[in-house]
């Protein structure tokens, strides 16, 4: 049985079902989910990362970890954690060039949120010289400081998406005919959740909720405003999101969200707003909301590419050059991706990065 068999099944028993059910139906399925069974990363796979893209990116990175910690006193122990770590490309740059930063690798509990097996087992081979703890859930985190990044993590959480009708919302919902998948609406109703939106939406405008998101930034910035840290959060999205920005991605082709569920990449804009205001109610300051080019710029991606570029020729000198145009320009990663830090109040916010 497929997961398209499953879900009409699913449908015809119990009705339409949200846009975030569909989507934790398919990127997470015990034995279906898109995440569970593969590894969907890299040129041969469905889309590429930026730590995928380039070492660049995992180092600046690590240096920005570092260099917070080492203005926050260098604390003895600290969890060094990351949301969703792919392959574990970005912890291993992270960690090669922290290696002389003294101390800071013996501080260092490293920790690791990642929901699908498949993936766990190619971490733990990425990062065999080291000794990751995984987590299956956020407030599983030591209580210590926290010096965390998740790099688009958060767009893989599922969202519900609402329909304005005046000032009540009808629910995108996810049905069948008997054969395929179709988009449906569910009845009008009020919803508290989203008042706020009122003010800033019209009649027919779509709206996006992604109810884990508060919750787990409210964990991850109470930690930190406890215990110290910083919270590096890179993804592409905008301040508030507007409109239907669900997404299916399968070999870096769009598709059709609803068309092969579980065989596709399903994401959404990141609403950073949400990040941030929940990060605020837990007592954390939060920085500007960064485009990634700027940050990486700031942290001297074009140095380092550079001196990884002087003995290079040929097509690796082009290779390089594409990364690091990929990464920073605007007409690629470069604006579409943003960069939010989170730090302690009393505390310098994140290298590369402003209040
Ligand atoms: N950060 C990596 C991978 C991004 S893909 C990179 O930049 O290359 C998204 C990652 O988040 C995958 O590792 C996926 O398995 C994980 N993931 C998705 N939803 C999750 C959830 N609800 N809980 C934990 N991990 C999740």
């Known amino acids: 049985m497929t997961l398209k068999d499953h879900l009409l099944r699913r449908i015809r028993e119990h009705g339409p079902m949200t846009v975030a ?11 279906h989910g898109y995440y569970t069974t ?16 380039s070492q660049m990116f995992g180092e600046l990175v690590g240096l920005c970890l570092a260099q917070s910690w080492i203005g926050q006193g260098q604390p003895a122990r600290i969890a060094l954690a990351e949301l969703g770590p792919g392959r574990g490309t970005l912890m291993a740059d992270i960690l090669r060039a922290t290696r ?11 920790t690791l949120l990642e929901a699908s097996p ?22 599983d985190l030591p209580d210590l400081p926290l010096f965390l990044v998740a790099n688009e993590f958060f767009d893989a959480l599922p969202i519900r998406q609402f329909l304005r009708e005046g000032s009540s919302w009808r629910e995108r919902l996810v049905g069948g005919d008997g054969t395929s998948l179709t988009f ?42 406890r215990h110290g840290g910083v919270a590096m959060i890179i993804d592409y999205g905008d301040w508030r999101s507007l409109g239907d920005t669900l997404q299916a991605v399968r070999s870096h082709e769009v598709t059709d969200p609803l068309k092969d569920p579980g065989q596709a990449d399903l994401t959404a804009h990141v609403d950073f707003e949400t990040l941030a205001l929940a990060a605020k109610a837990a007592g954390c300051a939060y920085t500007k909301l960064t485009p ?25 000198l082009e290779t ?3 990364a690091h145009r990929r990464l920073t320009h605007p007409d690629e990663m470069g604006n579409l991706f943003k960069v939010l830090g989170l730090y302690p109040p009393n505390a310098a916010p994140p290298p590369g990065l402003e209040p």
């Open 21 to 31: 059910d569909y989507m934790n139906a398919c990127l997470l399925h015990p034995i």
């Open 38 to 53: 593969r590894d969907p990363l890299g040129a041969q796979g469905d889309f590429i990362t930026a730590p995928e893209i």
């Open 100 to 110: 002389n930063v003294p101390g800071f690798h013996d501080a260092a509990e490293i």
């Open 118 to 139: 498949a993936l766990r087992h190619i971490q733990s081979e990425t990062l065999r010289d080291h000794t990751p703890r995984w987590i299956d859930a956020i407030d």
């Open 184 to 225: 449906g609406l569910g009845p009008q109703t009020a919803q508290p959740a989203l008042s706020e939106r009122l003010s800033d939406t019209q009649d027919g405008d779509l709206v996006e909720l992604c109810s884990a998101t508060a919750p787990m930034l409210g964990f991850i910035a109470g930690q930190i405003t």
């Open 292 to 316: 990634q080019g700027v940050f990486l710029e700031r942290l001297g991606i074009t140095g380092r590419a550079r001196s990884l570029a002087a003995p290079l020729g040929g097509s690796q």
């Open 320 to 322: 390089l050059v594409a």
